[in-house]
């Protein structure tokens, strides 16, 4: 058997925000990332199109050596994971794992709420799949859940114009949507993983008190914790250190948004899908 790096999958650059976190909590790994930022965002797609560009990511992700992909991303966990891990995987290889980011983020929202009152700021996709309401019935069926969906929060991102004023009018609009709908909630989860890049603006518009739970810590922990639990998965993960990238658009471009994630040099490569 040959060892491989752990895969992570994005639509476009949200998941550097859960890579950057994993590789400084686990820096010994092999990681590689893969952003379809050329298809991004996903968010508004429809159900069949997000499944089958996940599934293409994947295959592509195992051909290049992985035997772990994580999907960075919640709109391609919400709606493209279940059937990945069930109706592909098993023809695919059985042995080689697809984990997603929703369940790991839900177990934490239960530990940090107080009054029981949470928020969840996702994509189109995300909100609409009700995958977050749910997971959190499921697991802490006394909670309120209130979703709000950021269409224009993704573009901001993938655009770079994500610390620029013009983000605020877009920022401030959801902020004061979601608490309308519940002006109590003492949690928000950011549920999609390009949120991050706008938490500056997204503090600056809510209420002091109110918990943002990002995911990059959640995932870090949660994949420590499954190698720790599957040490047949975690004999066949690499460890070298090094990380390389992969976008299906210009690998320049893609580089100028990585580098506030990544210091010093790294290896960008164009990919098609
Ligand atoms: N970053 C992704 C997520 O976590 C997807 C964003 C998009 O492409 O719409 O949902």
Redesign the pocket.
């Known amino acids: 058997m040959k060892q491989g790096p752990i895969a992570f999958f ?3 650059y ?2 550097l925000t859960i890579l950057d976190k994993v590789r400084k909590a686990m820096p010994e790994y092999d990681y590689i990332y893969l952003g379809d930022n050329a298809r ?4 508004t797609r429809s159900f069949d199109v997000i499944y089958e560009y996940t599934l293409q990511a994947v295959k592509k992700l195992f051909e290049m050596g992985a035997h772990l992909v994580i999907l960075a ?3 391609a966990s919400a709606k493209a994971l279940r059937n990945i891990q069930q109706k592909d995987l098993p023809g695919i290889d059985p042995q080689r794992r697809v984990l997603g980011v929703i369940r790991p983020s839900v177990e934490e929202i239960g530990n940090r709420s107080k009054n029981r009152h949470v928020g969840v700021f ?2 189109v ?2 909100v609409s799949s009700e995958s977050y309401l749910l997971e959190i019935a499921k697991l802490f069926p006394d909670m309120k859940v209130s979703q709000e969906a950021c269409p224009m929060w ?1 573009p901001l991102v993938e655009n770079n114009e994500f610390l620029n004023n013009g983000a605020d009018y877009f920022v401030k609009q959801h902020v004061d949507a979601l608490l309308k709908k519940d002006p109590t909630l003492d949690t928000i989860i950011l549920g ?3 949120y991050p890049m706008l938490m500056p603006k997204i503090m600056q518009f809510l209420p002091q008190g109110v918990n943002v739970i990002e995911q990059g810590d959640i995932i870090a922990e949660s994949l420590k914790d499954y190698l720790a639990r599957h040490p047949e998965m975690n004999e066949k993960c690499s460890k070298g250190g090094s990380v390389h990238f992969y976008t299906t658009e210009c690998k320049d471009k893609f580089r100028s948004t990585a580098e506030i994630f990544f210091d010093g040099d790294f290896n960008v490569e164009h990919v098609v899908l």
């Open positions: 994005d639509s476009g949200g998941g991004s965002p996903y968010g991303c919640n709109t996702g994509t996709g995300t993704v999609c993983t390009h």
